[in-house]
C-alpha cells in the first residue's frame, strides 16, 4: 500500500497514544478515518486534533466503543459506514483496520481476582477477535485490505523482569501473536488481497498505566501520578511508534518491531529460548558485561509496566 490518500481506516483505541497518533497521522495523509475509544470524550479530541491536521474534505469521526463487547464492535462499524458513505471504493468496505485498544493490569493469575483478569483478556484478545471478525468481510471488499493487529513484546516475552507477574496482558499478546500468524494463511489462501499486520511494540510513552488505573476504579489523581514515570522513562514517543507501524504497513511488513527494546528481546529469546527466563543469563548476553540481576534491571527499565497501545 503506496498511500493512505483517499483510503478508508478503522482505529479502536483512538482515544490517546498510539491510537490517536495513528489517527492524526493517516487524516494528514489524507485518508479516511473512523476512531472509537470506550471513552467518547477522547476519541472527540482526537478527531478534532485529526480533523486540524487533515486536507479539506478528509472525513475523521469519532464513536464510543468497548471493543470487549461483540455487539458494541458490531454497532461501531455501522455508525463508520453510515458516517463515512462506506468509503470511496463503493458500498460496504474499509481499507484498513488497527486493531489498537488496549489495557493493562491483573499481572497474577494467583492472587488478582478472576473478573479483573478476564476484563484484561477479554479487552487485548478478544477485542482483536471482534474487530476482525466485523471488520474482515469489509476489508475483502477492499482492492487491498489491511488488518494491523497490535501484539506486544509481551506477545515474545512474557515478563517484565524479575518479582513482576504479567499474566493476564502477556497471555491476551501471546494469543494476537498466534491469531495474526495463524491468519497469514488462511487470508492466503480465502482472501489473497488482504494482509494482516503483526505489531510489537516495546515500551512508548503513552497513557495506558493511567488508563487501565482509571477504568479499575482508581481515582484521576493517583492514576495519573502513577503513569509518570512509566511515561518519563519510554525510549519512545507514541508519535514515532506511529510512524514506525504506518512505514511497516506501506512496505508489506507482516511483522512490525517498534522500538530498539522489542527488537533486542526478540532478537535474545528466539536465540536462547530456554534461557528466556533466567534472568541472570539475559542479564550478562543484554549488557555485555554481566552485571546480574540488577544489569537487567537498568537495561530494561523501559519493560516495568505494560507497552502502550
Known amino acids: 500500500m503506496d498511500s493512505f490518500a483517499g ?18 497521522k493517516l487524516a494528514s495523509q ?10 467518547q470524550a477522547a476519541a472527540e479530541e482526537t478527531a478534532a486534533l485529526a480533523r486540524a491536521a487533515a486536507p479539506d474534505g478528509t472525513t475523521v469521526t469519532a464513536h464510543a466503543c468497548d471493543v470487549a463487547d461483540a455487539a458494541q ?17 463503493g458500498a460496504g468496505h474499509v481499507d484498513l483496520v488497527f486493531s489498537n485498544a488496549g489495557t493493562g493490569g491483573a499481572g497474577s ?17 478478544w477485542g482483536v477477535y471482534h474487530c476482525a471478525r466485523v471488520f474482515l468481510p469489509l476489508l475483502m471488499k477492499s482492492p487491498e485490505g489491511v488488518l494491523v493487529n497490535t501484539s506486544s513484546l509481551n506477545g515474545i516475552w512474557a515478563s517484565l523482569g524479575p518479582g ?31 494482509r494482516v499486520v503483526l505489531v510489537m511494540p516495546g515500551h512508548v510513552a503513552t497513557n495506558i498505566v493511567a488508563n487501565s ?18 511515561y518519563d522513562t519510554a525510549p519512545l514517543s507514541a508519535a514515532g511508534a506511529a510512524d514506525i507501524i504506518l512505514d511497516g504497513v506501506r512496505s508489506g511488513a507482516w511483522r512490525v518491531l517498534v522500538g530498539e527494546d522489542a527488537r533486542r528481546i526478540d532478537q ?42
Open 164 to 194: 513482576i507477574p504479567h499474566t493476564a496482558y502477556s497471555s491476551a499478546k501471546f494469543a494476537v501473536r498466534g491469531f495474526s500468524e495463524a491468519l497469514i494463511e488462511d487470508l492466503k489462501i480465502n482472501a489473497p488481497h488482504v
Open 30 to 39: 489524507g485518508c479516511g478515518v473512523a476512531a472509537c475509544d470506550v471513552r
Open 268 to 309: 535474545y529469546v528466539r536465540a536462547y529460548p530456554e534461557d528466556a527466563y533466567d534472568y541472570e543469563k539475559m542479564a550478562e548476553a543484554m549488557s555485555g558485561s554481566g552485571g546480574g540481576v540488577d544489569t537487567l534491571n537498568r537495561a530494561l527499565t523501559d519493560l516495568r509496566s505494560p507497552d502502550a497501545d
Open 109 to 125: 493469575f494467583i492472587t488478582d481476582p478472576p473478573e479483573m483478569w478476564e476484563r484484561v483478556f477479554a479487552v487485548d484478545f
Open 213 to 230: 488505573l482509571i477504568a479499575f476504579g482508581v481515582p484521576e489523581k493517583d492514576a495519573i501520578e502513577a503513569n509518570q514515570g512509566f
Open 7 to 24: 483510503k478508508l481506516a478503522v482505529v479502536t483505541g483512538g482515544g490517546s497514544g498510539m491510537g490517536r497518533e495513528l489517527v492524526v
Open 73 to 89: 464492535v458490531a454497532r461501531f462499524r455501522d455508525e463508520a459506514l453510515a458516517a463515512h458513505g462506506a468509503g470511496s471504493h
